[in-house]
């Protein structure tokens, strides 16, 4: 017992010897600096040093004892010991390797009593070998936070409870109902599996380095009665949202052009205007004004008519993914279509 309970003092030592202060800027950087550690704009690192938020946050997710939970970002762990206070037990994702370092000296009784666990790299390449947990927290940069959320639903991936911090602009359309100027794929495709609130507004000094733009916390919890979408539903969402400017009809016809196979023969046109009077949908309405249940029941509809290419530019390719899908679109068929 006493060599075991010596190492522990020890590891907890050198531990609470590295740990930042976390509620203060300047002792950040300085401690960044130490190590030689520095600040990545690219991916968004601007660590919440507003104690009551991170306070506020942790509690939205309403762990248990024994809870597990992902952390995207930890990056030097304060959300990670807000987690593990409450009893989470925390998988943190994490991509700086310098920060890895550090996490895994902060955290290093806790991980060799297994409350932490640390997965080095992109998320967005790392989520999917990960174990499950029910809950997911994170302070996500404008550059994943979309595609991150989309993976996860159209990957399956759903979780109890999410509570994450986004910037502003990001919240307003992961929370936009039909007909709001916000809405978007990434609205719909949210809406297709959770119910979501903004529940606390953040300006930039709560951050260090404080960001230009102003930031939300958004907590989502599943929908009460789900209507499981087909597998074409999130290509097809993506294609909606393609072109805003541009008629459902339109936006429809194009993705059909590049995704669907008719079965019986005949033309294209006919077989999309079928498919959206059988659901009474206006082809000369736009994406935005549509409910989810509506979209999933033109996609329903349009397997009647169609099957489907999978290995197309709109399986990979969409807003809420950031790629150039949609942009080619705009810019090669303004005219045709």
């Known amino acids: 017992m006493l060599p075991s309970i010596k190492v522990q003092a020890e590891i907890q030592d050198e531990?609470?010897?590295?740990?930042?202060?976390?509620?203060?800027?300047?002792?950040?950087?300085?401690?960044?600096?130490?190590?030689?550690?520095?600040?990545?704009?690219?991916?968004g690192q601007n660590f919440l040093i507003n104690p009551s938020a991170r306070a506020a946050i942790a509690d939205k997710l309403e762990l248990s004892a024994g809870d597990a939970v992902w952390e995207i970002g930890a990056g030097l762990g304060a959300m990670s010991a807000e987690l593990l206070r409450r009893g989470g037990i925390v998988t943190a994702f994490e991509v700086d390797a310098g920060f890895c370092s550090a996490l895994k000296t902060i955290f290093a009784r806790e991980t060799a009593d297994k409350t932490f666990r640390l997965i080095p790299g992109d998320?967005?390449?790392?989520?999917?070998?990960?174990?499950?947990?029910?809950?997911?927290?994170?302070?996500?940069?404008y550059t994943i936070a979309a595609p991150l959320l989309?993976?996860?639903?159209?990957?399956?991936?759903?979780?109890?409870?999410?509570?994450?911090?986004?910037?502003k602009e990001v919240a307003w359309r992961m929370t936009a109902r039909p007909g709001?100027?916000?809405?978007?794929?990434?609205?719909a495709l949210c809406a297709s599996a959770y119910k979501s609130r903004i529940f606390m507004n953040l300006k930039g000094p709560s951050f260090y380095p404080?960001?230009?733009v102003d930031s939300a916390s958004v907590r989502f919890e599943p929908l009460e009665s789900r209507r499981a979408p087909p597998p074409v539903f999130y290509?097809?969402?993506?294609?909606?949202?393609?072109?805003?400017?541009?008629?459902?009809?339109?936006?429809?016809?194009?993705?059909l052009s590049r995704s669907g196979i008719l079965k019986n023969g005949g033309k294209l046109r006919d077989a999309a205007?079928?498919?959206?009077?059988?659901?009474?949908?206006?082809?000369?309405?736009?994406?935005?004004?549509?409910?989810?249940?509506?979209?999933?029941?033109?996609?329903?509809?349009?397997?009647?008519y169609f099957d489907w290419n999978t290995d197309d530019e709109w399986k990979s390719g969409d807003e809420y993914r950031h790629s150039g899908s949609h942009r080619r679109y705009r810019r090669t068929h303004r005219k045709s279509v």
């Open 235 to 255: 290509p097809l969402v993506r294609g909606l949202f393609a072109a805003r400017r541009k008629t459902l009809a339109n936006n429809l016809e194009y993705f």
């Open 180 to 187: 709001d100027k916000n809405y978007a794929s990434i609205s």
């Open 15 to 43: 531990a609470q010897d590295l740990a930042p202060e976390y509620n203060s800027g300047p002792a950040l950087r300085a401690f960044l600096e130490a190590r030689g550690f520095s600040f990545r704009k690219k991916w």
């Open 273 to 304: 205007r079928a498919a959206l009077e059988s659901c009474r949908i206006a082809g000369n309405c736009r994406a935005e004004t549509l409910e989810v249940s509506e979209i999933i029941g033109l996609a329903e509809a349009l397997g009647n």
């Open 123 to 141: 998320a967005l390449k790392t989520w999917e070998a990960a174990e499950a947990a029910p809950f997911l927290l994170g302070n996500l940069p």
């Open 210 to 212: 404080p960001p230009r």
């Open 150 to 167: 989309g993976n996860f639903i159209e990957g399956g991936r759903l979780f109890r409870r999410i509570v994450v911090t986004v910037q």
